[in-house]
């Protein structure tokens, strides 16, 4: 089973910029569609954007789409998440997840996901 590892959070203003990375471990993780999901205080974990194993296919949350975009280089075993256009209320801690042979689209539900990380946080404040 593939392990994660979360990187890049910090504070950004907004309207700026940040690059989250995801190191998975094992041999089999081209196997594996990817998502990034987020969770701010008091509010349920959610979809923000899932890859397929190929990193062809992609599939983005609404609230994000045009300003995050989501991509993984197999060979490194990582899978990205770079979000510009930040707003305030994006803030929150940001976890990867990965389902095995998973279908984009079911992977954006937050209960399929097999395995998560730990999360970074993710601050867009003045």
């Known amino acids: 089973q593939v392990q994660l590892v979360e990187s890049g959070g910090g504070l950004v203003q907004p309207g700026g910029s940040l690059t989250l990375s995801c190191a998975g471990s094992?041999?089999?993780?081209?196997?594996?569609?990817m998502g990034w999901y987020r969770q701010s205080p008091g509010k349920e974990r959610e979809f923000v954007a899932t890859?397929?194993?190929?990193?062809?296919?992609?599939y983005y949350a609404d609230s994000v789409k045009g300003r995050f975009t989501i991509s993984r280089d197999n060979a490194k075993n990582t899978v990205y998440l770079q979000m510009s256009d930040l707003r305030p209320e994006d803030t929150a801690v940001y976890y990867c997840?990965?389902?095995?042979?998973?279908?984009?689209?079911?992977?954006?539900?937050?209960?399929?996901?097999?395995?998560w990380g730990q999360g970074t946080q993710v601050t867009v404040s003045l």
């Open positions: 997840a990965a389902g095995r042979l998973l279908p984009i689209k079911v992977l954006s539900t937050v209960s399929s996901a097999q395995t």
């Open positions: 094992g041999r089999t993780f081209g196997n594996y569609a």
């Open positions: 890859i397929g194993w190929d990193g062809v296919s992609t």
